[in-house]
């Protein structure tokens, strides 16, 4: 991984998304999925001696997607599919990572603009990689809805539930790490 400072998270988080924390956030996700013992294996493999350009181009396109700026050239299904050895698992811990690293450093309102695109791309990846059959875990197509639900600011107090404080808790969201390794 690149040899660039990260900063620690921050005790307040952010209500509002800008480039310089998404190139934060980047940092900080990235560096948790380099650390992790199931996806750092695969990451590596994969960013071997490009980690610095990834990570330019994951603060472009979360920019892109969240700040508008339309920067963003490529195809997220295409970029995907050479993974050939990634399973439901590798999912289920990427979105969890990723969700937590999201929570941790940004309000709710904020973070809803990360986590729903996040958990749209992660399903349609889901579907490309195993097949139209594969099952979605209930759980993160019942959080994708609660986050539909918060954005638009629908029954925002049943939406927010899956956003609350989870300072020492385990990582959010707990049930969304089902494998969904079960096929319908």
């Not at 920067?71 to 999912?91: K, M, S, T, W």
Request: aromatic share 8%; proline share 5%; glycine share 4%.
């Amino acid at each position: 991984m690149t040899d660039s400072v990260v900063q620690p998270t921050p005790s307040v988080r952010a209500s509002q998304a800008s480039v310089a924390n998404i190139r934060e956030l980047v940092e900080v996700f990235y560096r948790r999925v380099d650390e992790d013992p199931l996806l750092g294996p695969v990451f590596a493999r994969e960013l071997a001696g490009r980690w610095d350009a990834h990570l330019a181009k994951m603060t472009t396109f979360w920019s892109s997607l969240v700040l508008g700026t339309k920067d963003y050239c490529g195809n997220v299904q295409e970029a995907h599919r050479p993974l050939g050895d990634i399973e439901p698992q590798h999912f289920a811990r990427w979105i969890t990572l990723f969700l937590d690293t999201v929570e941790s450093r940004y309000e709710p309102a904020a973070a809803v603009q990360f986590m729903e695109p996040a958990l749209r791309i992660a399903q349609s990846l889901q579907l490309s990689k195993f097949g139209w059959d594969y099952r979605i875990p209930e759980a993160q197509v019942a959080l994708l809805a609660s986050l539909r639900r918060l954005r638009r600011g629908e029954r925002e107090t049943e939406a927010a539930e899956h956003l609350r404080d989870r300072s020492g808790a385990t990582s959010f969201p707990v049930n969304v790490t089902d494998t969904g390794s079960e096929k319908s």
